[in-house]
């Protein structure tokens, strides 16, 4: 494929221009842009409620906390096999193959409560062990190609337009971000029996990936395709970590001590809403002369509220972008550091701060869509990533940073589960919070601006 065909545009790069410029992509993107789609939005419209579906299950919160810390090990070891499995096999059979897995993982996840306990060595374990089971599934389209597709912004970007460029992709998946969860927020206010009602969004999400897996078998030219050279082995693995640039060890450092705190507390977000502030949403809309009641679950809220997240999300990160062309990189990565590590601390604690003058559920809307400017950060935190790599290194770094980072979070999720089960909810987010905000001054004090936009 030649770099005319994946030219990312950024001089115009506002969500209107990104989504014009997407259905003039040469085929293979298209189809590729496609599948992302449906992935991301089968895999949000599921996992950020999954913590209560295992609940549901009857799970405790140590159990959830585990579940994280699975997430987590995927996160960090799907990655570089994924890779290899394409270099070996061609990437129209290589996702095909992890379309077909994911699927299945959704497929998992909709038949737990039917799939009942199992018995291991005389223990029984309840019907939540099949959730882990669909996770190590499901994740497989998620964390394919991740270091591809930093490489392929880089090759096709001017290095001081890597923002934009970042910008303009996050657009589409971010866009199956805001609907995914909103769409299922749908489907649940249903049913008042929220397994029930999660079950038929389980469904949809298996059409998704059904869908998604056979459109980009059938449609994908692989006529172009490489077959690569073998796996090395862990010496590579040895020799990429040896080599990553020096710039992006301060940012690996302050970027690894957030998204630690992030993880201590990320699978608990659902379980605030449903169950420590049992937080629903009601009003009544006048419209034409005709009154509409509204009357939200605290489980359907909490969907529309990540919908209101994402689309701040989308709304800030190109601004964002412009901007780090204008003042640098490293600045507004902070900020998005900054919300990270905040956002634990107002969301257990904000709305009793906020309750004299606002009710609990607005309070809400107002935190999460506080929690959408984390994500302004994230096209320009990728082009301080991929930034000072070598031309053509890109996907390899790219792969190492995470491989290094997603490893270091591993046990974050348990540690927040144990504290959350055991001490208190707000201990646990108070503690996220601190190590985020020294992640976050770490960062400010000894990470380095990419030279592009100095």
Known sequence: MSQDQITVETDESSPLDTFRQFFALERDVLVLSLAMFAFSLGFQMTNRFLPEYIVALGASGIVVGLFGTVGNVVSAVFPYPGGAISDRIGSRYALTLFGLISTLGFGVWLVAPNLGAITVAGVTIPSWIWIFA?????????????????????????????????????????????????????????????????????????????????????????????????????EQVRRDLREMPEPLRPLLVGDTLVRFANGMVYVFFVL??????????????????????????????????????????????TPASKAAERVGLKPVVALGFAVYALFPVVLISGPEVLAPVMPLSWAMILIFAFSGLRFAGLPSHKALIVGPAKQGAGGRVTGT??????????????????LWEFVSPEIAFTIAAVIGVVGTGYFLAFGEEFEAYV
Not at 135 to 143: D, E, F, I, T, V
Not at 401 to 418: D, F, H
């Open 272 to 317: 605030v809403i449903t169950q420590f502030y049992e937080v629903g949403f009601e009003t009544t809309l006048s419209l034409a002369g005709f009154s509409y009641g509204i009357d939200l679950s605290p489980e359907a809220f909490f969907g529309y509220l990540l919908g209101i997240e994402m689309l701040i999300a989308l709304l800030s990160m």
């Open 401 to 418: 940073y995470y491989l290094l980072r997603n490893t270091v979070v591993i046990p974050s999720a348990a540690l927040g589960g144990y």
């Open 134 to 234: 669909g996770l190590l599934l499901a994740q497989g389209w998620k964390s394919f190609g991740l270091g591809a597709t930093f490489a392929v912004v880089k090759q096709a970007t001017e290095p001081s337009r890597l923002a934009a460029g970042f910008a303009s992709t996050e657009t589409f998946r971010r866009t199956a971000f805001l609907i995914g969860p909103v769409l299922a927020a749908v489907l649940i206010g249903f049913h008042p029996n929220f397994t029930v009602s999660f079950q038929s969004v389980l469904a949809v999400a298996v059409v998704f990936g059904t869908v998604g897996t056979v459109a980009q078998h059938v449609l994908y030219d692989a006529s172009e395709d490489s077959i690569g050279d073998s796996f090395e082995g862990i």
